[in-house]
């Protein structure tokens, strides 16, 4: 898990291994889902997915509500 804090006017500053691994580069443009408990954002970008990542996002998609308790839900402190 990678915690983040926003800086004075809203941005974040993704890591360096996260750009790589989804091809975000300069001024690389970024859909922002609201979902029902968070945001998702999604690097729209020429690059084609790869096999590893299209699993791991299918396996993603089909967690249950109830899975989101595995994710260490911290009232947003790091």
Do not use: H
Request: proline share 8%.
């Amino acid at each position: 898990m990678t915690c983040l804090r926003t800086g004075p006017g809203g941005e974040i500053a993704l890591p360096e291994s996260l750009r790589t691994r989804y091809a975000i580069g300069e001024n690389t443009p970024i859909r922002i889902i609201e979902t029902r408990n968070g945001i998702l954002l999604v690097p729209l970008t020429d690059e084609a997915m790869a096999p590893a990542l299209e699993k791991e996002l299918k396996d993603w998609q089909s967690l249950g509500a109830a899975s989101w308790e595995l994710f260490g839900w911290n009232d947003g402190n790091p």
